[in-house]
């Protein structure tokens, strides 16, 4: 790991203004992915704030919505009872990612900052236009079975690798940021992360030295049908191949509105839009969710290792859609 | 190097030939090295003699190893052998074990660094460094965390406590005693951590926090008992190569339930579980 320099930030003022001063800088809240990031040189701050200190660890009701402070844990998040009971989709999503160390560990701000777990993305000793802009993507032709098939760039084909994420998509999050001056702005969460295009060293939109400070949930009406499905390599402690976030509203068992967000196939959380809009006024059935899932995932593009991705979505929405529906 | 050769006979009053190299110059580094070890004087020698075979080209690669030897025979007292110059050092004040320590650390240093090499406390593994295999875990104010991807610094007025905090010898936890009835361990490097992990995940238990097995998240009842298969769930950020998981499940379930957990050795029991929910699942399917 290369030195850097240590600060202990009391006020986010502080925090943001330490930060934006220095291009190389960067805030330390969990630490789970950025130290082990730089163990692995791919990050190379020369400072780093400490913003662990600052209080913005709240989960509480505002008016109809939510909000969940950005430094809250996931743990904290994940078990609080205006989240298990609004949102058990969250609830749910939170604690199918990592293991329960890390869920003690990273904070709700920290994992919608996670980087993603390319492979080349990690290895210095390969080419990656995230780590390294302009060297090449190693995965576009290389080991890409865990990589995009919607919405990638020849520049990168990497895919997000948050649960919690997926879940928020769906809940159509906003996050709350503000700047060194105090300036604060929502940014809706499908806005947030970004898609690769010629920069994916950029993965969302936040401005250097931007601190989130919350992100705040619309209340919704998904909580007795919804369901967060993982499927993964192993039973668990391990990243998704394919993940679904599904909430639905039905009303005298016709579903009124319905959302549908997909992790391990896309740069960002990937709404199923086309999906989404197939369910609006029909009656739930297998019939139904096989249509809609196949006429989502008609539009992706499997890489050379990752076909397997089409027909495992299609069934992960399939599924994600019964269950959220039972 | 000029003191070390004045009374060297007085050390050993026979010089054996391969001691011989000891008369040659140190290096620089390796001067800074003994220094950083807190080895001085008749330490020094006695540990110079006791690394002489394998000759000070090694010195480097046995560090480590012998760094925990010289602290476990009190050779050394890590805690004041403070390296002479520290890069982007940060105070530190924490409570380690119920024990007050005030530690001077370099920025990059990790809470497990800190514990197995500065603080002699070499009961918390490094597995994988990188946060995957959970040998390093830790309670950090009563929960358990990966120290490995702590920063020391990060842990000003923390509450610490390592294995060697959880129960000693004469008085184990019962989850260190259901370890050793169970036999939940073959090599043992990854038992620290899962300890740590399950004397935290019997408390989480308590408070009623769920997991992904949960059934009914939204449920204001607390779970009385896990089943199995949340146990496993709970447990799975401690890898163990050994593969020693069906009798560290037994141990945490005895100390879980209170009662004794019966050796089944029906490896067929648990195939038969799946294959009774894939036949239920296909049943459910056919109603949708």
């Not at chain 1, 205006?82 to 003690?104: D, E, H, M, V």
Request: proline content about 3%.
């Amino acid at each position: 790991m290369r030195p850097f320099k240590y600060d202990r930030a009391k006020k986010s003022n502080d925090a943001t203004k330490m930060v934006a001063s220095n291009k190389n800088a960067k805030f330390l809240a969990g630490g789970t992915n950025i130290v082990d990031l730089m163990k692995e040189n791919v990050e190379r701050p020369d400072a780093l704030v400490d913003v662990n200190n600052l209080e913005l660890k709240q989960i509480k009701s505002m008016g109809s919505n939510i909000s969940i402070g950005a430094l809250a844990k996931n743990k904290d998040t994940a078990n609080h009872p205006l989240i298990k009971q609004n949102f058990p989709l969250l609830t749910q999503a939170i604690l199918s990612g990592a293991s329960a160390q890390i869920r003690n560990m990273a904070t709700n701000g920290g994992n919608l900052n996670q980087r993603t777990r390319c492979v080349y993305f990690y290895d210095t000793a390969t080419p990656c236009n995230k780590r390294e802009p302009g060297t090449g993507c190693g995965a576009a032709e290389g080991l890409n079975r865990m990589h995009a098939i919607f919405g990638y760039s020849d520049k990168c084909v990497a895919t997000h690798p948050s649960d919690m994420c997926i879940a928020l998509a769906a809940l159509d999050a906003v996050v709350h940021v503000e700047d060194e001056k105090g300036n604060k702005r929502k940014i809706l969460f499908g806005a947030y992360h970004r898609l690769p295009g010629d920069t994916p060293e950029k993965d969302n939109n936040l401005k250097h030295g931007e601190l989130i400070t919350s992100i705040e949930i619309p209340k919704n009406k998904f909580a007795n049908n919804s369901y967060y499905l993982k499927v993964r390599d192993r039973a668990s402690y391990a990243f998704a191949l394919v993940s679904v976030a599904t909430g639905l509203e039905i009303k005298n068992g016709i579903i009124r509105k319905s959302r549908i967000a997909m992790g391990g196939v896309a740069h960002k959380p990937w709404r199923a839009m086309i999906a989404e809009k197939e369910l609006i006024g029909k009656k739930p059935s297998q019939k139904l969710f096989e249509r809609a899932a196949k006429m989502e995932m008609e539009r992706a593009k499997p890489l050379e290792h990752n076909k397997y991705k089409v027909t495992l979505g299609e069934r992960a929405i399939v599924r994600a859609l019964k269950m959220a529906s039972a | 190097m000029k003191e070390l050769n004045e009374g060297f006979e007085s050390y050993d009053l026979v010089m054996h030939e391969d001691e011989m190299f000891l008369c040659e110059e140190l290096t620089e580094d390796e001067e800074k090295l003994l220094d950083e070890l807190g080895i001085h004087g008749a330490s020094r020698r006695k540990f110079l003699g006791q690394v002489g075979a394998a000759g000070f080209g090694m010195l480097a690669m046995q560090v480590l190893a012998q760094q925990d030897t010289l602290a476990a025979e009190g050779l050394v007292d890590l805690t004041k052998s403070e390296p002479v110059s520290i890069e982007n050092a940060v105070n530190v004040n924490m409570r380690i074990n119920g024990v007050r320590k005030s530690l001077k650390v370099d920025s990059r240093m990790t809470l497990l660094d800190a514990l197995r090499e500065r603080l002699g406390l070499t009961g918390s593994k490094k597995g994988c460094d990188h946060g995957q295999c959970g040998a390093c875990t830790v309670h950090v104010d009563g929960e358990r965390h990966l120290s490995c991807l702590t920063l020391a610094a990060t842990c000003e007025d923390k509450d610490i406590k390592t294995i060697e905090g959880i129960g000693d010898e004469k008085n184990l936890h019962p989850m260190q005693a259901a370890f050793v009835k169970y036999d939940a361990f073959q090599c043992g490097y990854c038992t620290p951590g899962q300890i740590c992990s399950a004397v935290a995940l019997l408390d989480e238990a308590k408070k009623g926090e769920v997991s992904y097995e949960t059934e009914n998240i939204s449920a204001k009842t607390r779970p009385v008992q896990l089943s199995d298969d949340e146990i496993r769930e709970r447990m799975s950020g401690n890898l163990c190569r050994c593969g020693a998981y069906p009798n560290i499940l037994k141990a945490i379930k005895e100390v879980h339930t209170g009662k004794a957990v019966a050796q089944t050795w029906n490896f067929s029991e648990r195939l038969d579980d799946i294959a009774e929910n894939y036949e239920q699942e296909d049943a459910n399917d056919e109603t949708v």
